[in-house]
């Protein structure tokens, strides 16, 4: 069975320092990483993925996250936060050949003027 | 541009009510998938279409079900609306099974 775990319900940071949401996942077999954006009253945003290849992902809106398999995690970064990145932040998983996404309970991050 | 459509985003319907809420789709995606958000929770999947198989999740009760009359669009039917069923409703699709997922805006149902 897949499994993600989001341990933190929110994260403050202030503008214009690095931010960190954290995720770490179970999965049997190679996993499939995700990570979605969702603003008030909107549908969820796709951000990043990861799937195979380079351990450090690069996504939209400059985020990024970091693959570590010894640890089963995939934290989602970004170097300096913005007021605008206030929102509610999903970490997902999947495996090959499973046909749904299996989302964490997501962090809320409220970056501070 | 290529996007998932939902309408209405606000539907108010009535304890018992029959609903209707619809998704479209101009990405030509062969997934299509039907979720249920409630107060900034995790999207619980309710079921999904790949191509025209539908694939309902378990515990999803059956007073939702949905169509896909083609590829393009699907429909949530809730049959009784309970006042348990108020929530936000999230359509998204993926090329395929595994591939990210794009999502409408989502309708909020209101159940009086």
């Known amino acids: 069975a897949q499994s993600v775990a989001q341990p933190e319900d929110q994260v403050n940071v202030a503008e214009g320092n690095p931010l960190t949401v954290k995720c770490t996942y179970s999965?049997?077999?190679?996993?499939?990483l995700f990570w979605y954006v969702q603003y008030p009253n909107r549908g969820l945003q796709f951000l990043l993925k990861y799937i195979t290849g380079d351990n450090l992902v690069k996504g939209s809106y400059g985020f990024e996250a970091e693959f570590n398999k010894s640890q089963t995690s995939f934290h989602l970064k970004k170097p300096s936060a913005l007021v605008s990145d206030s929102a509610l932040y999903f970490c997902?998983?999947?495996?090959?050949?499973?046909?749904?996404?299996?989302f964490g309970t997501g962090t809320r991050l409220l970056v501070s003027p | 541009d290529a996007m998932v459509i939902q309408n209405p985003r606000y539907q108010v319907t009535q304890f018992g009510k029959p609903v209707t809420l619809s998704c479209s789709q101009t990405l030509n995606h062969n997934v299509m998938y039907w979720y249920q958000q409630k107060s900034s929770q995790a999207p619980k999947l309710l079921f999904h279409y790949y191509d025209k198989d539908f694939n309902n999740e378990a515990d999803t009760p059956d007073n939702f079900q949905s169509r896909r009359p083609n590829t393009s669009f699907c429909f949530l039917d809730i049959r009784s609306p309970g006042l348990g069923d108020a929530a936000m409703y999230l359509c998204?699709?993926?090329?395929?099974?595994?591939?990210?997922?794009?999502f409408g805006p989502g309708t909020r149902l209101t159940v009086t």
């Open positions: 999965v049997s077999g190679n996993p499939y």
């Open positions: 998204a699709t993926s090329r395929d099974p595994g591939d990210e997922q794009y």
């Open positions: 997902a998983v999947t495996r090959p050949g499973f046909q749904k996404l299996v």
